[in-house]
Nanobody
C-alpha cells in the first residue's frame, strides 16, 4: 500500500507563498485521485483541492485562484502551490490518495500564516 509523506509547511506572513509536497512510496497502482485537505485548530478537516487525470482540478471556494494543485507522476509527488496566503489558511494540511487499495492519508504538515 502507498505511504504518503507531506512536507513544505512552515510559517509565513500574510501575502506570502508556500509549496506543499506529498510523496507516495510503496504500491502506487490503480490510482483514482489525490487531494489536499486542511484542519484548523478546533475545527473539522475540510476539503481544499482535488486532482485526477480524467477531469479538471477542483478547489474550495476559499482557495480558488490562490492555490494550485499539481502532480509529478514520475516523482510520485503531489503539490499544492499556495499564493496570497491569509491567516485563515493556517492549519494542518493533509494529502489523501484514493485508489483501488482504499483511501490513504498522510500525517500532515502544518502551516502558520501571520498577519
Amino acid at each position: 500500500q502507498g505511504h504518503l509523506v507531506e512536507s513544505g509547511g512552515g510559517s509565513v506572513q500574510a501575502g506570502g507563498s508556500l509549496r506543499l509536497s506529498c510523496t507516495t512510496s510503496g504500491d502506487t497502482s490503480c490510482l483514482y485521485s489525490m487531494s489536499w485537505h486542511r484542519q484548523a485548530s478546533g475545527k473539522e478537516r475540510e476539503f481544499v483541492a482535488y486532482i485526477n487525470l480524467a477531469a479538471p482540478s477542483t478547489y474550495a471556494d476559499s482557495v480558488r485562484s490562490r492555490f494550485t494543485i499539481s502532480q509529478d507522476n514520475a516523482k510520485k509527488t503531489l503539490y499544492l502551490q499556495k499564493n496570497s496566503l491569509k491567516p485563515e489558511d493556517t492549519g494542518a494540511y493533509y494529502c489523501k490518495r484514493v485508489s483501488c487499495l482504499g483511501d490513504h492519508w498522510g500525517q500532515g504538515t502544518h502551516v502558520t500564516v501571520s498577519s
